[in-house]
């Protein structure tokens, strides 16, 4: 209350749309608490809050919208189904993103477990090009890049929706789309940014039947100086905590953030733009560590070994880290950002780790 996991004491502690209770708020709570929670005087209650539709944008509304070709319709006890299903963008000339956010159809958010979608185009010298776009599940809002930053998309690129359905006992007809925000047409921002699906560690994951905090790592190494702005974790029902750290060239380990997990809550963690580290190209950053389920999540499934079977339900996990990159020629500032904790040295080949917190099975219920 408000939804917002990451832990306050580790690592980065300033994010940009922070909704969490401050601590002065939170002893408000504890004294009213302790005083019996007596009623005001309901004159001065607040009007209750309208929240608004699934169906508003985040974004504002979409510059450019491009969805499925056709519906797709989700029989009510199908199973699970993922699809690759590709449209055209319809751009005639190379823009650059500002915001983007991708939804399901009016009605059809229940049966949408998440969507990933992605671009293709071809280079001038007849190589393939693209890369990420935007991810969709459940409690997770658009994406609205912080100033002076971009994501380029180009003419005649085709989207893919990689689309990941379950049913929910009745027949729901789904028409994904993807809304678009620009810069002006031939605007080209000061910074690029990109997101990589990172550290995915699916056939290492091994979790015996009623353990508990049980751990997985993954690893990713950068191919470049970054400075990362922001990380969202993916895991499914069975997880529970993930972290985030980079190693060092000489072997310092940094946590940049851990966050607690709630299926319901797929949130973007953006660090605020004076507290987003800077780290060096080299060996390695995401780590993920699986951790228990917890006990009392009304959703966990029965006690049961879960190893290297694509069960999406259980026990996937994977980390998604947005990083801005300076355009060809250019060199990331080195007052750009800073670490979180202990040194940063940007200028030389390092290793740097993300580590994410894992996903257990839940111990057996007793008796």
């Not at 300033?14 to 007596?38: C, H, N, Q, Y």
């Not at 694509?310 to 060199?331: C, T, Y």
Request: net charge negative.
């Amino acid at each position: 209350m408000p939804p917002w996991f990451i832990e306050r004491n580790v690592g980065v502690r300033r994010f940009k749309e922070d909704p969490s209770l401050s601590d002065a708020e939170i002893a408000a709570i504890g004294r009213w608490v302790d005083a019996g929670a007596p009623r005001g005087n309901p004159a001065d209650a607040p009007p209750p809050i309208e929240l608004e539709p699934l169906e508003e944008w985040r974004i504002g509304t979409p510059e450019w919208i491009v969805e499925l070709p056709e519906p797709v319709v989700v029989g009510a006890v199908d199973a699970d189904r993922w699809l690759d299903i590709w449209a055209d963008s319809r751009l005639t000339t190379d823009r650059y993103i500002k915001a983007v956010e991708t939804k399901p159809s009016p009605g059809a958010h229940r049966v949408v477990h998440h969507v990933a979608t992605s671009m293709t185009w071809e280079e001038e010298d007849g190589e393939e090009g693209g890369g990420f776009l935007n991810e969709y599940a459940m409690g997770k809002n658009g994406d609205i890049f912080p100033d002076g930053t971009g994501r380029l998309i180009r003419a005649g690129t085709q989207i893919r929706f990689n689309m990941h359905y379950s049913s929910v006992g009745e027949e729901i007809a789904d028409r994904t789309r993807v809304g678009l925000q620009f810069y002006p047409e031939g605007h080209v921002p000061e910074r690029v940014l990109i997101s990589r699906h990172v550290g995915d560690s699916f056939d290492t994951l091994d979790i015996p039947a009623g353990a508990d905090n049980v751990r997985s790592d993954g690893y990713y190494v950068l191919p470049e100086a970054t400075q990362v702005t922001g990380f969202q974790p993916h895991m499914h029902i069975r997880g529970k905590r993930m972290c985030v750290e980079a190693i060092h060239p000489d072997g310092l380990i940094e946590t940049l953030s851990c966050t607690g997990h709630n299926f319901g809550w797929h949130i973007v963690y953006n660090y605020a733009d004076d507290e987003a580290p800077l780290l060096p190209r080299g060996h390695h950053p995401p780590r993920h560590r699986l951790a228990r389920q917890h006990r009392r999540q009304p959703l966990q499934p029965r006690p049961q070994e879960l190893g290297g079977v694509r069960q999406p339900v259980d026990r996937r996990h994977e980390l998604r880290v947005d990083e801005l990159l300076p355009h060809a020629g250019r060199h990331l500032p080195a007052a750009a950002g800073r670490a979180t904790a202990g040194r940063q040295r940007v200028g030389r080949r390092a290793p740097c780790r993300f580590s994410t917190a894992v996903i257990g099975s839940r111990a057996a219920r007793s008796a």
